[in-house]
């Protein structure tokens, strides 16, 4: 199956700063997903983006799919932005998760 | 929010004795998924439904069974619970090619 590896792993940043977190994939996708999982649990959807550029308010994603990579980035981070964030890519219907990028925003 | 939700989102129980997780939607979605969270592994797919009566494995079947006998219910089996079962289990759905949404999870203790 397709393997999923996120960097770095661990990220810990003043408030203020400006991260970017990268997912690579072993094989050709036609779905990839950033999520991020808030200290409470709850995995919510931050990008559907197999391919191209897209940006909502202080994040931005950009996948290069001939190259096997998707950036996330981070502006300006939030305490709130703290929690782990995950990549999940597939060929099919089934999305397979990397082990994720925990982000850790000081005050 | 999209409309999933999931029971019993706490539970104990007993090594050997068999637990059913269900999940619920309301957006009449095709896809309905099966995940496990533990510590340093991420999510990994049990079994997914493309349809009703239609399911097919994932990467950690072995010792879940599922059904779905309507659109909006997708029902998760522990035949005989073990202690490496205790995990978090999440429920996910999607139309198909597109994005996915996830169920708040259920937190299972296998004692």
């Known amino acids: 199956g397709i393997q999923v590896e996120q960097s770095p792993p661990d990220l810990i940043l003043q408030e203020g700063a400006n991260s970017t977190l990268r997912c690579n994939f072993s094989d050709s996708v036609n779905n990839l997903q950033w999520f991020h999982q808030n200290p409470w649990g709850q995995l919510i959807n931050l990008f559907y983006?197999?391919?191209g550029t897209k940006q909502n308010g202080r994040l931005s994603a950009t996948t290069v799919a001939t190259e096997r990579y998707s950036l996330l980035y981070i502006s300006s981070s939030q305490t709130t932005d703290s929690g782990v964030y995950f990549c999940a890519v597939s060929g099919n219907e089934k999305l397979t998760f990397g082990t994720g990028t925990r982000l850790t925003i000081i005050p | 929010d999209a409309g999933i939700t999931q029971s019993p989102r706490h539970k104990v129980t007993e090594t050997g004795t068999p637990v059913t997780l269900r999940c619920h939607q309301t957006e009449n979605h095709r896809y309905m998924y099966w995940y496990r969270q533990d510590p340093g592994h991420g999510l990994r797919l049990i079994h997914y439904?493309?349809?009703?009566?239609?399911?097919d494995k994932g990467e950690v079947s072995d010792g879940y069974s599922v059904s779905r006998s309507k659109t909006e219910d997708f029902l998760l089996t522990l035949e005989s619970a073990t202690s490496s079962q205790t995990s978090v289990y999440f429920c996910a759905i999607s139309a198909g090619g597109n994005t996915i949404y996830f169920g708040e999870g259920s937190w299972l203790t296998v004692v």
């Open positions: 983006i197999p391919s």
């Open positions: 439904s493309y349809g009703v009566k239609d399911t």
